[in-house]
T-cell receptor, first 114, second 115 residues
Framework: DVKVTQSSRYLVKRTGEKVFLECVQDMDHENMFWYRQDPGLGLRLIYF???????EKGDIPEGYSVSREKKERFSLILESASTNQTSMYLCASSPRDRASGELFFGEGSRLTVL | AQSVTQLGSHVSVSEGALVLLRCNYSSSVPPYLFWYVQYPNQGLQLLLK??????LVKGINGFEAEFKKSETSFHLTKPSAHMSDAAEYFCAVTGGSGNTGKLIFGQGTTLQVKP
């Protein structure tokens, strides 16, 4: 089975802290994604990556950055956390065959910024 | 550009009743369409997907969806709801064979199943 693992299920941080959310997949997928989930807004794409060291902005990249140094790992970074970044963050991966469209999701990281 | 609208943020049905969750999309290219389910405190799991083959798609747990191009709809149905179907459901679209791998999600519909 495809497994996407997010390092922290629950985090509590203070305003201004730097936050790292880690995601690892074990199926050798080329594509990786970070989404943010908020009630009534569904999932919104923050950043995605098609290959190592490649990244592209999604729909809401402001306040976030990403790192992909290894194929299996995709990190989301909040340089200076703010209260409006309190949310559920979902990592996903998919194979290079982009036409299939199916994403495989981790269980999510719920971040609270105080 | 693709977009997805799910009609109704909350749907409540009795156990054994028909489940109908509505999804309409807009896409400038032939779309691929998906339904995902999210159980409490879990990630998203694929229920079913339409990729330009049969317009009636069967998925897991007795769910199915019908692609209707004339109505730009992809509604999710299940003939008889079970208590275990209580979850949040997301419809998603991508740009078919020319897509970039990104999925655009709807706002989500929470399904409540009453005993």
């Amino acid at each position: 089975d495809v497994k996407v693992t997010q390092s922290s299920r629950y985090l509590v941080k203070r305003t201004g802290e730097k936050v790292f959310l880690e995601c690892v997949q074990d199926m050798d997928h080329e594509n990786m994604f970070w989404y943010r989930q908020d009630p009534g807004l569904g999932l919104r794409l923050i950043y995605f990556s098609y290959d190592v060291k490649m990244k592209e902005k999604g729909d809401i990249p402001e306040g976030y950055s990403v790192s992909r140094e290894k194929k299996e790992r995709f990190s989301l970074i909040l340089e200076s956390a703010s209260t409006n970044q309190t949310s559920m963050y979902l990592c996903a991966s998919s194979p290079r065959d982009r036409a299939s469209g199916e994403l495989f999701f981790g269980e999510g990281s719920r971040l609270t910024v105080l | 550009a693709q977009s997805v609208t799910q009609l109704g943020s909350h749907v409540s049905v009795s156990e054994g009743a028909l489940v109908l969750l509505r999804c309409n999309y807009s896409s400038s290219v032939p779309p691929y369409l998906f339904w995902y389910v999210q159980y409490p405190n879990q990630g998203l799991q694929l229920l079913l997907k339409y990729t330009s083959a049969a317009t009636l798609v069967k998925g897991i747990n007795g769910f199915e969806a019908e692609f209707k191009k004339s109505e730009t709809s992809f509604h999710l149905t299940k003939p008889s709801a079970h208590m275990s179907d209580a979850a949040e459901y997301f419809c998603a679209v991508t740009g078919g064979s020319g897509n970039t791998g990104k999925l655009i999600f709807g706002q989500g519909t929470t399904l409540q199943v009453k005993p």
